[in-house]
């Protein structure tokens, strides 16, 4: 009898908010392996904004997901068969095998699986500070945001993954970080745990004269780079306060992706300040990830580089996690536990 | 008895709109040349857009004009009286001689005068195709823009000084060049004469939808790289059409310079298509003139380049000229002949 694989599928499209209901949870029988292919355990799942892009029918960087397939998203694992000489029983493999407890991979396709190393590193750690999150943080932060020794760099949802990863490499590059995070508790990691300098909680700040004042004690030097996670009325507050010459990353534009679209409340200050803002994808650099990822490894491995993960316990509540992550509950790294 | 010099001076500043009440002309007796002083009388005065934000005490990329004092603004002239051995009487030169007919110039200074060959140029050219509105045009397309043969490059106010030379320095390139224009006039001007590939009237298209559908129809493979000039609902139009990895170089936000902040729609397209966008002034950017002013002056020399001046007749009608540059009633570069 066939092994049976729970998977989370793309039910129907959000009109407004993403629910519940957008998701359905199948029980599939696996099928055998041909030769060539590779079946995976997976341990983790990882829950990441750019989901919410894919289950809208709309023109993006991503195509969006089809109906009716398993969710797409990254994963960590472990082999338990295979018809490939490349991957043995028992490897550790990062690859996009979606929401689904196992995947059947083929193993003769460049760059969907790779090994990893899990002496020094956690598993989960490919998900995260050492996987996309923390690429995606290092090549805005370093190619585009372009830190100099003693400049101030700003991060927006500074707890998150992401985030987190930005304001640390900032802290080793001499810059002083400065995140922006709702909530005190989270503010109080970003700077007790992670190390920045400053962390500005947006939601005792609800109004732009309040928020421009934090982040003018926050920033008392202006703010030369920024790296957007968010958009909104905390991007307008940070363009307030660009340095002439800075840059800004826009990595994510959350409170844009339920429909609506948020405008910039003075783009002008692009001009007078002769800033340079550029939108990115990581996976559209895979040059940089070989260095990125040996930095991050190295100071992950050291110590020098902390992360914090919020597991979900099993693939059921993987859809409750996803829409907590999109309301920013999630608190660190949003992961989903599948074994 | 000594020569009178007719000057503007900046009386008041502009609490929305300027008007011509905010300038104030006064006669005012020429001194005596010191040791290394050159007296010039300049023949034409160029009025530009960032006069507008100097005129403002806000924080700016210039800074603030002092009242009670002559306006600020670049001049061709002529050398009538040298105490300076590098400066000759007969000498044609171009520098920030300000609203008057007569200018006292600190010889020695470097980079405020230099003098110019009007053998094949004509010498009002020096303050536009072959001046700072060229060079403001080949650094934002050349060094923001990067054109590549077969890309479309759509700029804004195109029939204007700087609008004219970015279409034809990218039709130089191989590029579809677009122009955004006001007006049936600037249009056929911007097509028939400076040979763009096409032009859209915005004051044909007042909705956005409209907008889009003319843009659409003038840029059938999306943008590429925008020079924009304007802001506002243009720069929105734009955005929605530029293609992935496209680049805009920020060049003037006019309708935000009366005070009020003119929103951008739609920011996010910055990040879902990759764009980078780059705020510059080219008077930062000394490195790139002898380069540009190279290829400028050849252009004009060989009839390749051309232009269009509106040209108000005297001193007196300079602040008139200003407002209307301001509205976009200019037809070229504006000039103000002084002699």
Redesign the interface.
């Known amino acids: 009898m066939a092994m049976i694989n729970k998977q989370v599928l793309l039910a129907s499209r959000p009109t407004v908010e993403a629910t519940v209901d957008n998701f359905r949870l199948v029980e599939t029988p696996l099928p055998a392996l041909a030769e060539g292919q590779v079946l995976v355990r997976n341990h983790y799942l990882s829950l990441d904004p750019y989901m919410r892009?894919r289950m809208n029918d709309a023109?993006?960087?991503a195509a969006p997901q089809a109906l009716d397939t398993v969710m797409i998203g990254g994963t960590v694992g472990e082999v338990v068969d295979s018809k490939n000489a490349k991957f043995a029983v028992g490897d550790k493999v990062v690859g996009m095998g979606g929401w689904q407890q196992y995947s059947v991979v083929d193993g003769n396709l460049p760059g969907v699986m790779r090994k990893v190393d899990t002496t020094h590193v956690p598993l989960s750690a490919y998900l995260g500070a050492v996987g996309m999150p923390g690429v995606t943080a290092w090549y805005g932060l370093v190619k585009l945001c372009m830190p100099k020794p003693g400049e101030t760099i700003v991060v927006s949802a500074a707890s998150g993954a992401v985030g987190s990863a930005v304001g640390q490499l900032a802290k080793v590059r001499g810059c002083r970080a400065v995140g922006i995070a709702g909530g005190a508790d989270k503010c109080r990691y970003v700077v007790e745990e992670l190390g920045f300098d400053a962390c500005v909680d947006y939601k005792q700040h609800r109004d732009a004269k309040s928020l421009d004042a934090a982040l003018a004690e926050a920033a008392p030097n202006g703010i030369d780079g920024n790296f957007e996670n968010v958009?909104g009325v905390i991007?307008d507050a940070v363009l307030r306060r660009m340095n002439?010459f800075g840059r800004m990353a826009?990595?994510?534009?959350i409170s844009?992706y339920d429909g609506g679209?948020?405008?910039?409340?003075?783009?002008?200050l692009?001009?007078?300040?002769?800033?340079?803002?550029?939108?990115?994808?990581v996976s559209?650099h895979m040059e940089v990830w070989p260095e990125a990822l040996k930095e991050l490894g190295g100071l992950v491995a050291t110590g020098k580089l902390k992360y914090r993960e919020s597991v979900a316990a099993r693939i059921e509540e993987a859809p409750e996690a996803f829409l907590g992550l999109l309301k920013g509950k999630n608190f660190g790294k949003q992961l989903v536990k599948l074994i």
Request: net charge positive; charged share 15%.
């Open positions: 892009m023109k993006s960087y958009g991007l002439a826009l990595c994510g534009m844009g679209a948020v405008p910039l409340s003075n783009p002008s692009i001009l007078t300040q002769r800033l340079r803002l550029e939108g990115f994808i559209e």
